[in-house]
């Protein structure tokens, strides 16, 4: 069985169809960080690990305004998601991403349910300086999965 996501090349005013396995839904709905690539100004490329959850078509991920990869997803539009199992790591899926939203409303709450996933707590910032969240929404635009080649 595939899930079939409809994705929006507003670019060409067309829509593209991608393809996830049942396999790789099921993979994408595990707990493991995902490794986010951004391109910087000088076209450098910056990997972050961050929490994720995978609902509703779209990739959730948690920043906080001032993160320097937020600004990066924000300027470019896009990223490239990576996301390895802890325990195998040729079990990988790779995604390119565009950029859907980024708002700071209900982001705190959004942390907690992340860090409830991740850690089984709410959400403790480490930092001594309020951080104003903010809830990052990415769309698949391509996939490319080793639980679909892997037997």
């Known amino acids: 069985m595939r899930h079939r996501v409809r994705l929006a090349d507003e670019a060409r005013g067309v829509g593209?169809?991608?393809?996830i396995s049942d396999r790789t839904a099921a993979f994408l709905a595990g707990?493991?960080?995902v490794v986010v690539?951004?391109?910087r100004r000088g076209g450098a490329v910056k990997l972050n690990p961050a929490w994720y959850e995978y609902r509703d078509d779209r990739f959730w991920l948690n920043s906080w305004?001032?993160?320097h990869w937020l600004a990066h997803?924000?300027?470019?539009?896009a990223a490239a998601l990576l996301f390895l199992d802890p325990a195998d790591m040729y079990r990988?899926?790779?995604?390119?991403?565009?950029?859907?939203?980024?708002?700071s409303e209900g982001a705190a709450e959004h942390l907690d349910s992340l860090s409830y996933r991740y850690r089984g707590e709410p959400y403790r910032s480490r930092s001594r300086i309020p951080q104003q969240r903010v809830i990052v929404r990415l769309a698949p635009e391509r996939v490319r999965s080793s639980l679909d080649w892997l037997a």
């Not at 997803?73 to 539009?77: A, F, G, L, Y």
């Not at 990988?92 to 708002?103: E, F, G, N, P, W």
Request: charged share 35%.
């Open 31 to 33: 707990v493991m960080p």
């Open 73 to 77: 997803v924000e300027r470019e539009r």
């Open 92 to 103: 990988l899926v790779h995604v390119d991403a565009r950029l859907i939203d980024t708002t």
């Open 16 to 19: 593209v169809t991608e393809l």
């Open 37 to 39: 690539g951004v391109r």
């Open 65 to 67: 305004r001032g993160a």
